[in-house]
């Protein structure tokens, strides 16, 4: 590991200013992804300020009847959270379906939301890669590309981003709030990630220094009917070959309200906006989900060694979604 300086932030707006002033500075949260990819030699950063002690570990409500959640939250706790668990089961769900207890102890919703690919040749110092070291190639187009994505990929990146709490917040139309030099903004978390194009090497829409104070649930009614599921190759401590987060509200036989997203399809989580057009106002019926699927995936474009994740995401969206309107899980 290169030798780095270490500092304890006391402020939010101190320290966007520090790590905006140092190009190879970053903010630390609970570490659980920095640090291994300090260890891999993947990230070498000079500086970390450590932003776990700012004031961004409260779940509050929001005169809206939304909810805030502090960007420093461990994963745990929010989780385990009354109201996240009644109001948005999915929220809770994607939550406890990543990483293992003790990490889940240790890892902030600002830093969950900024994890990077799992991709192993990312994490192979060794070997080319595109977001790693940009314009040195693509490792995983020719290699192992079991993992990787099927949507929205290009010929720079086919990587898949990593954290199933995004797929959840993304069903959500969640809200993330970012400090930067130039005061606060807002990002509908839709926006927050990108599809790799030409500059695979930039996994969201932050500049350098910009800091996530909170996410916020908007009040969704719907979100109370909602769920996750995440398909992998170990029951635990694995990554989403493919996930769904779904909410769904049926009325007289018909859909009434829907929100889709799925995790392990692309290089950001992907909102099936295709899926839940064809779905409002259709009969809640087998027929229809599988047709919102097949609409959702037409587009997609499996490698050598995924094509099984195309059956797998409409599989997987249409039994959630039979589970969901019998009032299931
Ligand atoms: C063995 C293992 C298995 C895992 N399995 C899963 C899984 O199945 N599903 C899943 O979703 N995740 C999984 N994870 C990943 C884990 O969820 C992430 O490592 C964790 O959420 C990252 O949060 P952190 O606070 O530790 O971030 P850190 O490692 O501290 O930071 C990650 C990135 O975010 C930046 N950052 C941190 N906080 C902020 C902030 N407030 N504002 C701006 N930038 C910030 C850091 O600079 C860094 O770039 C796994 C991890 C491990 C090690
Ligand atoms: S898929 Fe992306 S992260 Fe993986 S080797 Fe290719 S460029 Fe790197």
Not at 23 to 35: Q, R, W
Not at 68 to 73: F, Q, S
Not at 235 to 264: D, H, K, M, P
Not at 280 to 300: F, K, N, P, Q, V
């Amino acid at each position: 590991m290169s030798p780095f300086d270490y500092e304890r932030a006391t402020d939010a707006g101190a320290a966007v200013a520090r790590v905006s002033a140092q190009p190879h500075a970053a903010f630390l949260g609970g570490g659980t992804n920095l640090v291994d990819h300090m260890r891999l030699g993947v990230a070498r950063p000079e500086l970390l300020v450590d932003v776990t002690r700012l004031p961004f570990s409260k779940i509050e409500p929001l005169p809206d009847g939304g909810v805030r959640v502090g960007a420093g939250v461990r994963n745990s706790d929010l989780a385990a959270d009354r109201t996240i668990r009644s109001r948005y089961p999915v929220l809770s769900q994607a939550l406890l379906a990543g990483a293992s207890g003790q990490l889940r102890n240790l890892a902030t919703t600002g830093g969950n939301l900024l994890q990077r690919t799992r991709c192993a040749y990312f994490q192979d110092v060794t070997v080319p890669c595109n977001k790693r070291k940009p314009g040195s190639g693509c490792s995983a187009i020719e290699g192992c590309n079991r993992d990787h994505a099927v949507l929205g990929a290009s010929e720079q990146c086919i990587a898949v981003h990593p954290s199933d709490m995004a797929v959840a917040l993304v069903a959500l139309d969640a809200v993330v709030i970012v400090l930067g030099r130039q005061g606060e903004r807002r990002i509908p978390i839709g926006d927050l990630h990108r599809l790799p194009g030409d500059s695979p090497e930039r996994d969201t829409v932050l500049e350098h220094g910009e800091l996530i104070t909170a996410v916020e649930l908007p009040p969704l009614p719907v979100a109370a009917h909602s769920a996750y599921y995440k398909v992998r190759d170990r029951a635990s401590y694995a990554f989403a070959l493919v996930s769904v987060a779904a909410a769904l509200q049926v009325t007289n036989g018909r859909v009434q309200e829907v929100r889709i997203a799925f995790g392990g399809l692309a290089h950001k989580p992907w909102r099936a906006a295709r899926a839940e057009a064809s779905l409002r106002g259709a009969a809640a019926t087998e027929e229809s989900y599988r047709r919102a699927a097949e609409a959702e995936l037409a587009d997609a474009k499996p490698l050598k060694h995924n094509a099984f994740k195309v059956p797998m995401a409409r599989n997987t969206l249409q039994m959630l979604l039979r589970q969901l309107a019998a009032g299931g899980r």
